[in-house]
């Protein structure tokens, strides 16, 4: 019965963009591991990304790979010049 190996395959979540749908193909973590949190670079090492948007998938569960995703984008941010709400904030910094 190999219909029952294709629909799992299917419906595997590695397979497509969850934002875009789009197909995921592997990538060499050497290609993207400029772009991970230092935690994920630690301890995934298949990657995929998608070939529409390039958004990044790592196997691991869901919440695992949230919030390491949450981790990167915070990474990304902390690489910024500088904090982002100090206009707000207005205090002349010494
Ligand atoms: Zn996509």
Request: charged fraction near 30%; hydrophobic fraction near 35%; glycine fraction near 6%.
């Amino acid at each position: 019965m190999l219909r029952r190996l294709d629909l799992a395959d299917r419906i595997d979540p590695f397979t497509r963009c969850l934002r875009c749908n789009g197909h995921l193909e592997d990538i060499a973590k050497a290609e993207i591991e400029h772009r991970l949190a230092p935690l994920t670079r630690l301890h995934y090492n298949d990657f995929r990304h998608c070939r529409e948007c390039d958004r990044l998938y790592w196997r691991g569960s869901h919440q695992q790979r949230l919030a390491d995703q949450v981790a990167t984008i915070r990474a990304e941010l902390g690489m910024a010049a500088g904090p982002i709400d100090t206009a707000s904030a207005g205090t002349a910094a010494g």
